[in-house]
């Protein structure tokens, strides 16, 4: 039978990114909790959410004609991490990079100056950051920085044998597991926003957890008669750890009467709509 499906389909470009020579002949790494190299079950798990200390291993063969690297750069979804340490060598002895940046999602270590010859290496990245999802995996790719060459990701594997995870997968524990939004957590229990430029706003700080697609998330501001003043977000969110500022406005940009407030965020999803509440003091 004539398949109409594919009538008309054309394709106007083909490319695939490749390394010839790669930039190093074998390169695997493993992710563990620092102080827990040796887990039940031999799979990381932590709290949702939370900053956790992970040691990221990784060994890579280069051999006389590979293009070799001078830079890691793991990736860390939905969280901005924070750079610890980092070692090098046989004897793993702590290194001071070159550089490291941090950004969102990632955080990139460069090492020029002790740059990997031909041989078997070894490194360790020490840093913290949060496991929103069940079951994200931590990737990697070793690249040069002197150079265009495309950047080449690491594969799972043994590659420190005192850590026995073998993997690049983190769990999240099952009392977290089952949560989708944190507390709301606020700045200051008592603002004033009387234009000093001293504690005028307030920080408005929250995560949300376990979604692998977007939702619909609103922050309000009620006053104690159940009114809504303020809107302050109303947009589709992934997980992730989020802060919003309100000003003391109301959504006519008047500033509100002095007295307690209700800061709620409500998080909708397929099956419910959750609820996360605090109260703020508005003072002068």
């Known amino acids: 039978a004539h398949n109409a499906i594919l009538d008309g389909l054309r394709l106007n470009s083909f490319s695939v990114e490749h390394t010839i020579p790669p930039v190093a002949q074998l390169l695997v790494a493993e992710i563990s909790q620092l102080d827990d190299p040796r887990p039940v079950g ?31 750069r793991i990736l860390t979804p939905q969280s901005t991490p924070v750079f610890r340490q980092f070692f090098m060598g046989d004897d793993a002895s702590e290194t001071t990079p070159d550089d490291v940046r941090v950004e969102p999602g ?11 010859g031909s ?18 995996f931590v990737e990697a790719e070793v690249f040069d920085s002197q150079t265009d060459e495309v950047p080449q990701r690491v594969q799972p594997g043994d590659a420190n044998p005192e850590v026995l995870t073998n993997a690049l997968r983190v769990l999240t524990t099952a009392a977290s597991a089952g ?15 009387n234009g000093d430029g001293i504690n005028d706003q307030v920080e408005l700080k929250y995560s949300i957890l376990q979604l692998v697609k977007p939702v619909a998330v609103e922050v309000e501001l009620y006053d104690l008669a159940g009114r809504r003043v303020r809107t302050v977000l109303d947009a589709e969110s992934v ?11 109301d959504d006519q940009r008047q500033v509100v ?3 307690l407030y209700l800061a709620v965020i409500q998080v909708h999803t397929e099956r419910e709509t959750l609820l996360r509440t605090s109260s703020i003091g508005v003072a002068y």
Request: aromatic share 12%; net charge negative; charged share 20%.
């Open 106 to 116: 990632s955080v990139t270590i460069f090492f020029p100056s002790q740059r990997p």
């Open 179 to 193: 949560t989708l939004v944190s507390k709301l957590e606020v700045g200051s229990p008592v603002f004033t926003p």
């Open 119 to 136: 041989g078997i290496h070894r490194m360790r990245a020490v840093f913290d950051t949060q496991i929103f999802v069940q079951g994200s």
């Open 239 to 249: 997980s992730g750890t989020y802060a919003v500022a309100w000003d003391g406005r």
């Open 257 to 259: 009467p002095p007295g």
């Open 42 to 72: 031999d799979v990381p798990i932590v709290p949702a959410g939370d900053f956790t200390t992970f040691a990221y291993d990784v060994i890579a063969e280069i051999k006389d004609a590979d293009t070799g690297f001078d830079a890691l």
